[in-house]
């Protein structure tokens, strides 16, 4: 199984539109939501291709919710940590008479230790993912944190609250990725 870390996630909506101008009301011809962040496409992908994936990630409120379930009607595994503040929404504006889109990228929660929800499973940020790298071999981290702790800062630093960031080897190697399943 793949595991892809999910940084960032969003809730993805696309907006058709006959034409677009600032200023002026619209009503979308069709509407398309689905889960986003760069992870979460990795995941779409690669289940699409036959691939066994699991996404993980930070992910909070009702859009984080949402995400959840429809990962679950796609098939996809899925073992987030919640953190405190609402998953973020990402609106994409699609001009079908000139082909332009027009892209709204809200930041994402905060993801710092005081906004991760704590459950009995889950102690600190490391543990669920270092689980998860020692369970699957295969691995992919996209994405970006909103609101993480810098390395730069001397008082809140990863290393203060158990972190151990180092550059992690990424594999897109599987026999299900080279036709051998």
């Given at each position: 199984?793949?595991?892809?870390?999910?940084?960032?996630?969003?809730?993805?909506?696309?907006?058709?539109?006959?034409?677009?101008?600032?200023?002026?009301?619209?009503?979308?011809?069709?509407?398309?939501?689905?889960?986003?962040?760069?992870?979460?496409?990795?995941?779409?992908?690669?289940?699409?291709?036959?691939?066994?994936?699991?996404?993980?990630?930070?992910?909070?409120?009702?859009?984080?919710?949402?995400?959840?379930?429809k990962l679950d009607?796609?098939?996809?595994?899925?073992?987030?940590?919640?953190?405190?503040?609402?998953?973020?929404?990402?609106?994409?504006?699609?001009?079908?008479?000139?082909?332009?889109?027009?892209?709204?990228?809200?930041?994402?929660p905060a993801v710092?230790?005081?906004?991760?929800?704590?459950?009995?499973?889950?102690?600190?940020?490391?543990?669920?993912?270092?689980?998860?790298?020692?369970?699957?071999?295969?691995?992919?981290?996209?994405?970006?944190?909103?609101g993480v702790y810098?390395?730069?800062?001397?008082?809140?630093?990863?290393?203060?609250?158990?972190?151990?960031?180092?550059?992690?080897?990424?594999?897109?190697?599987?026999?299900?990725?080279?036709?051998?399943?």
């Amino acid at each position: 199984m793949i595991t892809v870390i999910t940084l960032n996630p969003a809730v993805d909506v696309t907006y058709f539109l006959p034409g677009f101008s600032t200023g002026g009301i619209h009503r979308p011809r069709k509407v398309f939501r689905e889960p986003g962040g760069k992870g979460n496409n990795v995941a779409k992908v690669l289940n699409q291709l036959g691939a066994p994936v699991r996404t993980t990630g930070f992910i909070g409120g009702t859009n984080g919710a949402w995400i959840r379930r429809k990962l679950d009607t796609l098939g996809i595994a899925h073992h987030f940590i919640h953190v405190a503040g609402e998953t973020r929404m990402c609106l994409n504006i699609v001009d079908e008479s000139t082909g332009r889109q027009t892209e709204l990228l809200e930041p994402g929660p905060a993801v710092n230790p005081a906004s991760i929800k704590r459950n009995p499973r889950q102690v600190g940020v490391r543990k669920p993912f270092v689980h998860l790298f020692r369970k699957f071999a295969s691995w992919s981290i996209s994405g970006h944190l909103s609101g993480v702790y810098s390395h730069r800062s001397k008082s809140r630093s990863p290393s203060d609250v158990g972190y151990r960031w180092r550059t992690p080897e990424i594999r897109a190697e599987s026999p299900t990725l080279r036709g051998q399943t």
